[in-house]
């Protein structure tokens, strides 16, 4: 179908929309049987503005401290200027939720309201521990990832809250200048929470950073990068897969979700017209279970020869890094971000099409193709705009950021990452070391002690692995041999180089992938609070059932 009279058609409106979407599903698979979903061919592709996320305004100050109200609430918007309005909950009524802007030293406080409606947007899959009855359907509890955060204000999964509550978190801003983010961590029900629409930017700056001449201002774009499914009606639909790819019977937990469609900042494909200058794009991804392995190009079509456009990585989780990171791709788990400056000179007339090839499920090794949509294709820039001003910024110069050393680490923690099946091959969940999220706490770094963090993956997934109240750096991966591990009850021998990391990687991360058969080795200090936390893979589907737990921080 041409894209005009797709076009046509779209506006028939939402009855033959469905008609066709009923014929197109049914000539795939030959049954009517599972959800009706758009496809991405049915929607055009960048017509509509990039939306910027609203920057949150305080509703007061004090001395060292701004405070903020933040109601969450459902609401409707068009995700497309095609398409009939989406049911969405989000933060103060927007989605992605309004931007913080943070100083550091300056304290932020925020009332956290919950004004949701007593039915969730999703069905709720109560067989989970922590979901079962009584606990409401609708609960939620925000956290601010990648926050120095006292526990109280942390946002742990089991201190949610119902609607007509509210609760006070305090964040100190006592670390570096970051791409942070905030998102609602309700146990059980995150991956459902957060895929209608509880996310948004965090935004932390210091005076380094702010001396550094970085582009600013309409020069730093934030991009939150998340799939979707929606439904003939324009409706999300939350459809998880088992790990062959295979439908999750209706409401029921699935390992994974891949949707077919992608949003930037809440938008389908949309496009932004630049300058042809010196931009920063702080890029999150805040999906579910989607990897995004991002390049900027050229060509006209994902089918074409790529042409990319290189550009540079100066920030990784928690901060600058030591200097900035040439590159031509970028690879984000879930929750990662990568803080970008992309050079536009040069490009005038240009279209930049932000492009992915991580395939899906990631990284897909034992299968022989990817099994869900590849999503070849964000968002484009059009650099269309004079230079509108003789401003100029420039890369930032390499900081100091000292490296941790392997000998100070006092303790080793290993922890092996599984997968749960039943006898048909199905996923009963992930775990960490074979525990529950419910069983006692096992990990008790001393306050101030640096430990070696050792995540053994074997499973056929990559996970990205999210530590709360800590900034880590990646010490090293390697692989294991497996058939040793499985014979000699988890004996770990290492096999293969060591693989420090990336220059991409070689700053402050709180959330670091670790791939099949592989050792993510991290090293940790526990800085700033005694009191309970949390480490979990990032997927939200497998945090969601027991694929995390709880660590607590003594004295
Ligand atoms: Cu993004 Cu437990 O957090
Ligand atoms: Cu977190
Ligand atoms: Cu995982």
Redesign the pocket.
């Known amino acids: 179908m041409s894209s005009t009279s797709r076009r046509e058609f779209l506006k028939l409106g939402v009855g033959s929309v469905s008609a066709f979407v009923l014929a197109a599903a049914e000539g795939r698979s030959g049954a009517a049987a599972e959800p009706i979903f758009r496809t991405p061919e049915m929607i055009d592709r960048f017509t509509d503005p990039l939306p910027i996320p609203e920057k949150l305004k305080p509703y007061g100050k004090r001395k060292d401290a701004d405070l903020f109200r933040v109601r969450m609430v459902e609401f409707r918007r068009q995700l497309h200027s095609q398409l009939p309005p989406t049911r969405l909950w989000g933060y103060e009524g927007q989605y992605p939720g309004p931007t913080f802007e943070a100083l550091r030293g300056r304290r932020v406080e925020v009332e956290w309201e919950n004004h949701l409606p007593l039915e969730h947007l999703f069905p709720v899959d109560t067989h989970l521990h922590g979901a079962m009855p009584p606990a409401p359907v609708v609960r939620v509890v925000p956290?601010v990832?990648g926050s120095r955060t006292d526990s109280l204000s942390d946002g742990l999964p089991e201190k949610w809250f119902v609607p007509g509550a509210s609760v006070r978190y305090q964040y100190p801003n006592d670390q570096p200048a970051a791409t942070l983010?905030y998102?609602d961590?309700a146990m059980s029900i995150t991956r459902l929470n957060v895929y209608a629409g509880l996310s948004g930017f965090y935004l932390l700056r210091d005076p380094q950073e702010l001396s550094m001449n970085l582009p600013s201002g309409a020069y730093e774009i934030p991009l939150a990068l998340q799939d979707r499914m929606l439904d003939d009606g324009a409706q999300l639909l939350y459809a998880p897969t088992e790990d062959d790819g295979t439908a999750v019977p209706r409401g029921m937990w699935g390992p994974q979700f891949f949707g077919n469609l992608p949003l930037v900042n809440g938008a389908l494909y949309p496009y932004l017209a630049v300058e042809p200058r010196l931009y920063r794009l702080r890029v999150l991804n805040s999906s579910n279970s989607r990897f995004f392995r991002l390049f900027f190009n050229l060509a006209q079509s994902p089918t074409d020869i790529p042409s990319l456009v290189r550009f540079h990585q100066i920030g990784s989780d928690g901060g600058l890094l030591p200097k900035p990171a040439p590159l031509e791709r970028v690879l984000l788990g879930p929750?990662e971000r990568a803080d970008l400056i992309l050079d536009f000179s040069g490009l005038e007339g240009r279209t930049v099409t932000l492009s992915n090839n991580a395939p899906a499920p990631f990284p897909g090794w034992s299968l022989l193709r990817p099994l869900h949509e590849p999503l070849p294709e964000l968002m484009q820039f059009r650099v269309t705009l004079p230079r509108s001003s003789a401003r100029t910024f420039s890369l930032p110069a390499p900081i100091d950021l000292p490296r941790m050393k392997a000998s100070d680490a006092v303790t080793t923690r290993d922890f092996v990452l599984s997968e749960n099946m039943d006898d048909k091959g199905r996923s009963l969940g992930m775990q960490i070391d074979g525990k529950a999220y419910a069983d006692a706490v096992t990990e008790l770094p001393k306050l101030g002690s640096t430990e070696m963090w050792r995540f053994i993956n074997t499973t056929d997934d990559t996970h990205p692995m999210?530590l709360?109240l800590v900034q880590f750096q990646v010490l090293e991966r390697r692989g294991f041999d497996f058939g040793v591990f499985v014979r000699q009850q988890g004996k770990l021998q290492l096999v293969g180089a060591s693989r420090p990391p990336a220059p991409n990687e070689a700053g402050w991360k709180d959330?670091a992938i670790v791939n099949p058969n592989e050792v993510l080795i991290l090293l940790v200090r526990f800085e700033g609070y005694t009191g309970r936390y949390?480490y979990?893979c990032?997927m939200a589907e497998h945090?969601d059932n027991d694929m995390?737990r709880p660590f607590e921080v003594v004295a």
Request: proline share 0%; no cysteine.
């Open positions: 956290h990832h983010w998102h961590h929750a999210h709360h959330t949390v979990h990032h945090e995390m």
